[in-house]
């Protein structure tokens, strides 16, 4: 069965760092591509960023441009994201995504607050 699980979320200041990972497994993870969403409260879920499969070509929401870093490690079959400069207005529940199809994690809160 096709498993993603998140991990890194929490409670950082603004304007801190927070990295993310999304363990892919019962699948071929590098023949994926793969995205970032996120869902805040009372929100459907928002698409926040996305790598090809050799990872060589990302995409991002504008909201997170410069800030956010998304990556994997085909080896460990692992996507990450990265977050710099965190704003309050990104807080909420962080998933991975299988692209292409409607394979979800279960998703990590990360809360940005002072």
């Known amino acids: 069965q096709v498993q993603l699980v998140e991990s890194g979320g929490g409670l950082v200041q603004p304007g801190g760092t927070l990295t993310l990972s999304c363990a892919a497994s019962g699948f071929s993870f590098t023949n994926y591509p793969m995205s970032w969403y996120r869902q805040a409260p009372g929100r459907g879920r928002d698409f926040v960023a996305t790598i090809n499969q050799g990872g060589d070509f990302t995409s991002y929401v504008d909201s997170v441009k410069g800030r956010f870093t998304i990556s994997r490690d085909n080896a460990k079959n692992t996507l990450y994201l990265q977050m710099n400069s965190l704003k309050p207005e990104d807080t909420a529940v962080y998933l991975c995504?299988?692209?292409?199809?409607?394979?979800w994690g279960r998703g990590t809160q990360v809360n940005v607050s002072s």
């Open positions: 995504r299988r692209a292409g199809t409607d394979s």
